[in-house]
């Protein structure tokens, strides 16, 4: 399927960037690209638990945050990160310039030559996005804009392919969709209240915009949570029928009157509530740049010790930090097109985990800036069908689309609806979807299914459906357990193609 952009092309080079699903994918194209005389100017887009070398932060969980950190402590000799500041050693490494063995590269190449050479490949990476010819990245780096931002990917005059593209719609609802645990909301009030207690007027002045938008949402939590001053203001009917006791779901103008409540509601206070994350962040950085020219020249006495060790904390921590960049940017997806959107997103509360969350309902509204800024969008997978139901799903229309026959005929296909199993009603609504009996009672289905069924035992199709719940697999592995190589596909198909054994992978 293939979408032209009507707009000019700007006049920049072009470029194709292609994506698919998983980093593991990314690397197969690689691979690909090796077998062919095409050797344009190339770069593989990768985040930090890929790319990162550093002794400590590469064994952290949260790489981005201690990246980050790392760089914001930049006093004395130990300060910041060396393999950043070596990271032009890479970029203009011989074996990475055309002709060079590792012209046509994947994230383990780029990885091994950047330990060898002391260098980031991370920032090796951002830099030579910006003249590649071939960007490979996951999904995620064309349907994000602020991942976009960061690596200074720009959709005009870019060719953009996906692959896989079945994959896209769940991609595209993720991206404009955010999930706020309360206690982290009271991190941002409390951490934003620290910044107006002790920061000069400008930054006092940014804080108090994105605590507007904490607290409208912490009242709004409060009103569903029962408490005395009821800030919610839907009625029972605003509310999804389906919802469980579980959570609370209300309609797109609920979060719409949320905005509006905190003067929040116009595309004027989102351009200023990012531009209030940018200030604050920006601030951060020249922090510890001021700190380490204090470091320099300040004598050792002990109180100018305590004020660069204060100078030295980060005004937002790294969760804080992301919570509130992914706020503002579902936000701006919520209030784009002239508030046509406001209808495909819902407000929710979700009383389990004691969290708001805001999701979005249609793939289109994070797809249609990709598609309205692109030269060219092409998608290719093997189960688009039917068409017209996924063009629609994506708000846009292809012109060209090739459609093959696929190799099962009709008379090899049975469509049947199981209805119940064993008195177990199986259908799947919002409250009975993690039912214990329920999904038992489906695992005895698929287990009675597959004994009657010619040439199931041993498998003779994608086992990916029995490995979705391993209580599922529980119940079928008595009858699998013969079948030694079965057993090591299943557990390769559920670990990546990492080995381990079936008790490791299913069971426990």
């Known amino acids: 399927m293939t979408r032209r952009s009507p707009k000019p092309a700007p006049q920049t080079k072009m470029r194709v960037m292609l994506c698919t699903r998983t980093q593991a994918q990314v690397t197969q194209l690689v691979r690909e690209l090796r077998k062919t005389v095409y050797r344009p100017r190339m770069c593989v887009l990768a985040s930090r638990d890929f790319y990162c070398i550093h002794k400590s932060v590469s064994r952290k969980p949260n790489k981005n945050a201690e990246c980050e950190k790392l760089e914001q402590r930049r006093t004395g000799p130990m300060g910041g990160c060396r393999h950043r500041v070596n990271k032009q050693r890479l970029v203009s490494c ?4 055309p002709g060079g063995r590792c012209e046509v590269h994947d994230v383990e190449t780029l990885v091994e030559l950047g330990r060898d050479l002391d260098a980031c490949p991370y920032y090796t990476a951002k830099a030579m996005a910006k003249d590649a010819e071939l960007l490979l990245a996951t999904y995620n780096y064309i349907v994000d804009p602020g991942i976009r931002e960061t690596f200074g990917i720009d959709c005009r005059n870019t060719v953009v392919i996906i692959d896989e593209a079945h994959n896209l719609e769940d991609a595209l609802v993720e991206v404009s969709s955010c999930h706020l645990p309360v206690t982290l909301l009271q991190q941002c009030f409390e951490e934003l209240r620290a910044v107006i207690d002790t920061q000069q007027p400008a930054l006092q002045k940014d804080a108090a915009l994105l605590l507007r938008l904490v607290d409208a949402l912490l009242r709004w939590r409060e009103g569903c949570h029962g408490g005395a001053e009821a800030a919610v203001t839907a009625t029972s009917s605003s509310c999804n029928d389906e919802a469980s006791a579980k959570a609370r779901v209300f309609a ?3 979060l719409l009157s949320l905005l509006d ?3 929040l509601a116009d595309w004027g206070a989102v351009v200023q509530l990012s531009a209030a994350m940018e200030s604050l962040a920006v601030a951060d950085l020249n922090r510890g740049r001021k700190n380490k020219q204090q470091q ?9 010790r305590r004020k660069q060790r204060r100078a030295n904390q980060q005004l937002l921590s790294g969760p804080v930090s992301i919570a509130l960049k992914d706020t503002i940017k579902v936000i701006r997806f919520f209030l784009s097109g002239e508030r046509s959107f406001v209808n495909d997103f819902k407000l929710v509360y979700e009383k389990e ?5 805001v999701w979005c309902m249609y793939p289109g509204v994070a797809f249609f800036p990709i598609a309205n800024a692109a030269l060219s969008v092409i998608l290719t997978s093997g189960t688009l069908a039917p068409m017209g139901l996924f063009c629609s799903e994506l708000g846009t229309s292809f012109p060209i689309t090739i459609e ?9 296909v049975f469509v049947s609806a199981v209805t119940s199993s064993g008195g177990v009603d199986l259908t799947l609504t919002y409250q009975r979807v993690q039912q214990r009996n329920v999904m038992d009672a489906i695992g005895a289905a698929l287990l009675a299914i597959a004994q009657v069924t ?3 035992f041993p498998w003779k199709f994608n086992p990916v459906i029995f490995t979705t719940r391993h209580r599922w697999f529980a119940m079928l592995l008595p009858v699998v357990r013969c079948d030694e190589p079965l057993l090591q596909a299943l557990c390769r198909d559920r670990c990546h193609g990492q080995a381990t054994s079936v008790q490791t992978c299913f069971l426990h």
């Open 94 to 97: 011989p074996d990475l310039l």
């Open 252 to 254: 797109g103008s609920e």
């Open 261 to 263: 409540a905190a003067h």
């Open 296 to 304: 320099e020249g300040a004598a050792q006495a002990e109180e100018a």
């Open 353 to 357: 985990d004691d969290s708001v969350s």
């Open 404 to 412: 093959l026959n696929h190799f099962v005929t009709h008379e090899q």
């Open 454 to 456: 010619p040439g199931v």
